[in-house]
């Protein structure tokens, strides 16, 4: 049942996860680079020291896990190396890296929120 209509669905699915993502790599670089100002580039859970290349290996990872909080000082941010990241939320499996809203989510920017949602609504299409 592979009709080109079908196709075209899908292509454009495609094409908005790749919004979706870009998206979000571009706030996620936004926050990051300020996030990286403020903190030591030391890992909060391993003590690894990162500098130069390395620092592609840490992340910001958000305590409360709600990634669309962002305060300025800093105060929901922790630096985190990709593998104690990784860690932390295989522990709690939370929303963090998944591609959906988070229920319930207030907070949410305007712009951002309008991306997701007209994800959501294509994915759910079917
Ligand atoms: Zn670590
Ligand atoms: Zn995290």
């Known amino acids: 049942m592979a009709d080109t209509r079908n196709g075209e669905k899908r292509e454009k699915r495609k094409q908005t996860i790749a919004e979706v993502r870009r998206e979000q790599a571009r706030r996620e670089k936004s926050y990051r680079e300020r996030a990286l100002k403020l903190f030591p580039w030391v890992c909060a859970r391993c003590g ?13 990872h958000h305590k409360d896990h709600d990634h669309e909080n962002n305060p300025l000082d800093g105060s929901n941010w922790e630096l985190l190396c990709v593998y104690c990241h990784d860690n932390e939320h295989s522990r709690y499996l939370d929303a963090e890296w998944s591609e959906g809203p988070t229920p319930g989510d207030k907070k949410k920017q305007p712009s951002t929120y309008k991306a997701f949602a007209g994800l959501e609504a294509l994915l759910k299409d079917k």
């Not at 020291?49 to 290996?57: A, I, P, V």
């Open 48 to 60: 690894r020291e990162f500098s130069g290349k390395n620092l592609r290996l840490l992340t910001v």
